[in-house]
């Protein structure tokens, strides 16, 4: 029998009040939070993908493992049992588990690709286009409130240089985020270009298989040694304490030792990185040379730490399974790379661990009221939502501490937001600068000076822009959130609920969309 595809209009969508976009841990924990604290609120998350997991789905290369401790990257509502760095199948198996016992699998429509989201005022509603990657046919959703958990990166193309020569290598190139598992290297000869987390987690993997690991670094990276264990976890259990309040206690800990870090990483840079050498000594024996390979050039936590657990990578540069070369790549060979200083590095296997394809909003097409929205155009409410975009807040976690502290801390906000909307019969609500803010001046999504990875600096022209107030700042610092977004006033004057300031009547300079 053979049907007629129609293509569906909006009429035949499937309504709900709330999208949810990425099954990654940002969108789980975001379902967790809307049934918890929004029960009644019909949802969908929707996933390209054909599984749950985002980042630890997408990443296949040997070793692969968080690089913070999963008593902070794992929910708070939801204790972590393991090591607190974890492998992504342990970390899949966690999130499986949420899925499982909060009933939130029925929810997710696997294989549906978004290709737009168009905002109508005159309905107050979001139209969402999906491809289902089954049939390819279009899906239509419709909802109140978008709710972006779709990352930061394209999942499917990474950031290759385009290195001069790349076509003359006859051995494998291959980049860590497209790692095919089946690809044996043992007893090959691995060079691995990058130093960033990516390259301190595969180095130690392949170092143990293959005939010799190089890694050719632009620049040093600042490493963190420690064993894979957290003491007071292990006494705590020992003495019987319930794991719901080890999760807790545990959790409070590690944040506050890394406050502490954090701080004096500011205060005192020189004694910290003293101390992170004392570390890798204890791995690598007292006599490890620091200089050229191991001694950065920016400020310690700048970017992030790279962890290394057990001080793994030092532990192959001592036993002579590791070299580092620190040059800059000038062109690839037939036999592997040579470098601007003449280096030549042979190799049967190459591993671009160069990291990023930045993807804002998952690279879809959004429009508000017909007309399109360019992001760079748009001011950012703390990181989250946008001057002009109505019910939408993007879920973008922090660098420096763990990622899904802030999924936790925008869930209960969201929560809030979606309650107040009910609460005062508003249909919509969006954030726009008011007269005192006329004058401010818009700076690019991320302090550079604070924070700044490659992939963000490459792609701040396609980011939204960020103000030197509070409330338009992005300041990705977690203590001062803890405190701020839980108090938001959210009839303050910069939220505006179908149009209208709540608060008091007063005039507001809406942004122009492009
Ligand atoms: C290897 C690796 C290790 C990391 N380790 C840590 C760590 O230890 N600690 C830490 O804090 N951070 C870490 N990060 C950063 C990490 O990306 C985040 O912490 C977190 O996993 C991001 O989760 P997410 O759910 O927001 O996004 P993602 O994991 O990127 O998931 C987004 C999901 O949205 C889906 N999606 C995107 N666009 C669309 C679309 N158009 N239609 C439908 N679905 C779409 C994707 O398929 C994906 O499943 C790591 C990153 C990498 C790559």
Redesign the pocket.
């Known amino acids: 029998m053979s049907v007629t595809r129609k293509e569906p209009k909006a009429a035949s969508a499937t309504h709900v009040d709330v999208v949810i ?9 975001s379902a967790y939070h809307l049934q918890q604290q929004c029960a009644g609120k019909s949802y969908v998350v ?4 054909d599984t ?8 296949k290369y040997p070793g ?5 401790d999963l008593y902070t ?1 794992g929910y708070r509502f939801k204790p972590w049992v393991g090591t607190p ?1 974890a492998s ?1 199948e342990e970390i899949l198996k966690y999130m499986g588990e949420v899925i499982e016992e909060n009933g939130i699998g029925p929810h997710i429509r696997y294989g ?4 737009g989201c168009s905002w109508s005022s005159k309905d107050n509603l979001w139209t969402v286009q ?1 491809t289902r990657l089954a049939d390819k046919s279009t899906v239509t959703f419709t909802c109140n409130f978008l709710w972006m ?5 394209d ?1 499917e193309k990474p950031y290759l240089p385009d290195w001069p020569g790349m076509d003359r290598y006859k051995g494998r190139l291959i980049h860590a ?1 497209l790692w095919d598992p089946k690809l044996d290297y043992t007893g090959k000869r691995v060079l691995v270009i990058g130093s960033g ?2 390259a301190a ?1 595969v180095i130690p993997a392949f170092a143990e298989k293959a005939a010799h690991v190089t890694m050719l670094q632009r620049s040093p990276t600042y490493f963190f040694c420690s064993e894979n264990k957290n003491e007071l976890a292990d006494r705590l259990r020992q003495i019987g304490i319930d794991e719901p309040t080890i999760h807790r206690v545990v959790r409070a800990q590690i944040m506050y030792d890394q406050d502490m870090m954090a701080q004096r990483c500011k205060a005192e840079p020189d004694a910290v990185f003293e101390e992170l050498k004392a570390l890798i000594r204890h791995y690598a024996g007292e006599n490890f040379q620091f200089e050229p390979h191991f001694t950065p050039k920016y400020r310690v936590w700048q970017q992030r730490l790279a ?1 290394c657990p057990e001080g793994d990578v030092f532990k192959a540069a001592a036993a002579g399974k590791l070299s580092v070369v620190t040059d800059t790549l000038q062109t690839f060979t037939e036999k592997g790379v040579r470098t601007a200083s003449g280096e030549e590095i042979e190799a049967d296997i190459i591993v671009a661990a160069t990291g ?1 394809r930045l ?1 804002v909003m ?3 097409p959004f429009s508000v009221d017909g007309k399109p929205v360019n992001w760079h155009d748009t001011v950012t409410y703390r990181g989250m939502m946008f001057t002009g975009v109505p019910n939408l807040l993007w ?5 420096r ?4 502290l802030r ?1 936790d801390m925008l869930g209960d906000f969201v929560s809030r937001l979606l309650s107040h909307l009910d609460e005062t019969g508003a249909k919509r609500v969006e954030v726009a600068l008011r007269d005192e803010d006329k004058d401010m001046q818009l700076l690019p999504w991320i302090e550079a000076d604070n924070f700044n990875p490659g992939y963000l600096m490459r792609g701040l022209d396609q980011l939204p822009r960020r103000g030197d107030k509070p409330e338009w700042r992005h300041n990705q610092d977690y203590w001062a959130e803890k405190v701020e977004i839980p108090q938001t006033d959210l009839d303050g004057s910069e939220f505006l609920y179908d149009g209208r300031p709540r608060a008091k009547a007063g005039k507001v300079r809406k942004i122009q969309v492009a």
Do not use: N, P
């Open positions: 976009v990425g099954a990654g841990i940002s969108g789980i924990g929707l996933e390209m993908k749950f997991g985002g980042t630890w789905e997408t990443h692969v493992r968080s690089d913070s990257f760095i992504a549906h690709r978004i290709t999906t958990c779709q990352g930061y990166y999942h985020q987390a990516t987690t962890f990023f993807s998952g690279d879809i879920v973008f976690g922090y660098f501490a763990s990622w899904t999924v």
